[in-house]
């Protein structure tokens, strides 16, 4: 069945740095296009990122553009979200969505990894 | 951005009940919405895309319609396992956006 775990989570300061990674498992990575999206603690959910399933689409929220750089390796079967100058209220669970089809439904979630962005 | 606002934010009901969450978007998305649940500590999992096609493996007595800047979500004899935060999204343009959700409490 679809599996994605994430990692990659943890504590940073203000200003910081952290990579998160997911794993894909148990269906054709390379033809889906894939998403982060976040829940901060209490929260809605928020769109984060997607990207196509060649790699030549991306996409971001305006409150991460220019920070933020979603990849993906499909060899590995894997979608990795780089995050730079971190800010408090980037503090939230990210989640790894395979996303599908014409209505971009995020069908497939991961369990979530938590970042928390404090001094 | 296309801003979604779900209606109500909190529902109480009771088993068997009936339920209706509506979901509005600031513009037209023709049928570019879909629905999510959320139970606490867990993950969200896709109920309803393309405002009215089932995900596999969801339980019939939830459906979903509407078309333009109106949509709606329908639970019918609600069951326990029922009980959780829903959440619409529309995927008409980027950035993709939810609405804030709506707790189905038990009365």
């Known amino acids: 069945q679809v599996q994605l775990v994430e990692s990659g989570g943890g504590l940073v300061k203000p200003g910081g740095s952290l990579r998160l990674s997911c794993a894909a498992s148990g269906f054709s990575f390379s033809d889906h296009y894939m998403s982060w999206v976040r829940q901060a603690p209490g929260k809605g959910l928020e769109w984060v990122s997607y990207?196509?399933?060649?790699?030549?689409?991306?996409n971001y929220a305006d409150s991460v553009k220019g920070r933020f750089s979603i990849s993906r390796d499909n060899a590995e079967k894997s979608v990795y979200l780089q995050m730079s100058s971190l800010r408090a209220e980037d503090s939230a669970v990210y989640y790894c969505?395979?996303?599908?089809?014409?209505?971009?439904?995020?069908?497939?979630w991961g369990q979530g990894t938590l970042v928390t962005v404090s001094s | 951005e296309i801003q979604m606002t779900q209606s109500p934010s909190v529902l109480s009901a009771s088993v068997g009940d009936r339920v209706t969450i509506t979901c509005r978007a600031s513009q037209k998305i023709s049928n570019y919405l879909n629905w999510y649940q959320q139970k606490p500590g867990k993950a969200p999992k896709l109920l309803i895309y393309g405002a009215s096609s089932f995900q596999s493996g969801v339980p019939s007595r939830f459906s979903g319609s509407g078309s333009g800047t109106d949509f709606t979500l329908t639970i019918n004899s609600l069951q326990l396992e029922d009980f959780a935060t829903y959440f619409c999204q529309q995927s008409y343009s980027v950035p993709l956006t939810f609405g804030g959700g709506t707790k189905l409490e038990i009365k």
């Open positions: 969505v395979r996303t599908r089809g014409s209505y971009l439904h995020l069908d497939s």
């Open positions: 990207i196509s399933s060649d790699s030549s689409h991306t």
